[in-house]
Each structure stands twice: as structure tokens, then as C-alpha cells.
């Protein structure tokens, strides 16, 4: 069964930073690009980065470009978000997604609330 | 990189059909047919429904259909279920990121 599950999120003051991991199982991690969507309370889905299999193309949504980093490590799994710079408007339920067909996302793990505030 | 413009309600009766538009620009749905559609009950995951404009996942009902003109993407429902009703969000791929929809609240009256 494909599980993906999110941790190190929590409360943190405006400009600070923060790591996020997912840990994968159930399929074969290795070969999948793989996203990070984020949800703010009561609001829409938002795209924030993906990486492909290999590192090769990471994208990064306009709004988190420069202050996140996305990063994974085959061997163990895991995918990484470092989130540095943080604001208010960062508050949100980050989700780790596996991408189907190079074009959609499949599978969701549960999320990990991010919440900034000071 | 703008969001996709959805209407934010639709509405109909079990067993109808029922349309939700997702309008984009020529830089992404129109540029690509890599438009998905996610259907997501309140308090859970986002569910995969159609991928690249038509397709449907394995084990998605045929109820649910895609198609696009244009600059702009749909999604049908037919035969309305009272577990239809649920929040459904496009996304599309924009050449250099993705996008997703604002989401269209869908109530089974």
C-alpha cells in the first residue's frame, strides 16, 4: 500500500524556518517525481515544488521561490521542504504528493500543519 | 502564475448532470493537455479524478468526464450522487510549474 507521511511542522515566528519530511513507502520511490501542494485553513489547494527522480528539474511556485528548497534522498525514502523566511501567509496543511503521468498527482499523504505566527 | 478562474459553486439534483469550467490562458491549459481534475471531501485528501484533459484513473467512475476548448477545461458529472458533493480543484501544467483552480463547491440538492 502506498503511504506517504509528513512531519516536522508546527508553530513558528515570522522569519523563521522550518523542515519538512515525508517518508514514503509502498512503491518504488526512487522512480517518481514527487511535489509538495500546501493548503491554507478554508482555502484552496496551492502548488509549491516538485522534483523530478533524479534531481534533475525542481520547480518552485512563484510565491515560495527563493525562501524554500525541495530535496530528496532515494535511499532513505524521503522527501525534503526546508522553508526559510517564513511569513503569515505560509500558514498552511503541507502535503507530500506523488506524481502520475509526469502531469497529475495520485497520491496525498495526510499533511502536517505549518502555522506562522508570532 | 495566476490561478485557474472556477466558478466557485455549481449545484443539481441526484441523477443530473452538472458542469464545472476551469478557464486558463494560452500559457497553460491551452498550451497543454495536461489539465487534472481532484475531488476532495471536507476533512480528507484531495482524490485524483481525470488527468491529461480526459483520462480517467483506475477506478474512477465513468460518471466523471473531462474535455477542454481552448483556454478553458470541464468537468462533467452525470448522474449526481449525494457523494458527489465535495469541493473539486483543476490543475494544469503550465510549462514551468503548476497551477491548481480556486475550487468549485458542488452541492446534490
Known amino acids: 500500500e502506498v503511504q506517504l507521511v509528513e512531519s516536522g511542522g508546527g508553530l513558528v515566528k515570522p522569519g523563521g524556518s522550518l523542515r519538512l519530511s515525508c517518508a514514503a513507502s509502498g512503491f518504488s520511490f526512487s522512480v517518481y517525481t514527487m511535489n509538495w501542494v500546501r493548503q491554507a485553513p478554508g482555502k484552496g489547494l496551492e502548488w509549491v515544488s516538485s522534483?523530478?527522480?533524479?534531481?534533475?528539474?525542481?520547480l518552485y511556485g512563484d510565491s515560495v521561490k527563493g525562501r524554500f528548497t525541495i530535496s530528496r534522498d532515494n535511499a532513505k525514502n524521503s522527501l525534503y521542504l526546508q522553508m526559510n523566511g517564513l511569513r503569515a501567509d505560509d500558514t498552511a496543511l503541507y502535503y507530500c504528493?506523488?506524481?502520475?503521468?509526469?502531469?497529475?498527482?495520485?497520491?496525498w499523504g495526510q499533511g502536517t500543519l505549518v502555522t506562522v505566527s508570532s | 502564475q495566476s490561478a485557474l478562474t472556477q466558478p466557485p459553486s455549481a449545484s443539481g439534483s441526484p441523477g443530473q448532470s452538472v458542469t464545472i469550467s476551469c478557464t486558463g490562458t494560452s500559457s497553460d491549459v491551452g498550451a497543454y493537455n495536461y489539465v487534472s481534475w481532484y475531488q476532495q471531501h471536507p476533512g480528507k485528501v484531495p482524490k485524483l479524478l481525470i488527468y491529461?484533459?480526459?483520462k480517467r484513473p483506475s477506478g474512477v467512475p465513468d460518471r466523471f468526464s473531462g474535455s477542454k476548448s481552448g483556454n478553458t477545461a470541464s468537468l462533467t458529472v452525470s448522474g449526481l450522487q449525494t457523494e458527489d458533493e465535495a469541493e473539486y480543484y483543476c490543475s494544469s501544467y503550465t510549462g514551468s510549474s503548476r497551477v491548481f483552480g480556486g475550487g468549485t463547491k458542488l452541492t446534490v440538492l
Open positions: 491529461e484533459v480526459t
Open positions: 504528493a506523488r506524481d502520475y503521468s509526469g502531469t497529475s498527482i495520485d497520491r
Open positions: 522534483i523530478s527522480s533524479n534531481t534533475n528539474f525542481i
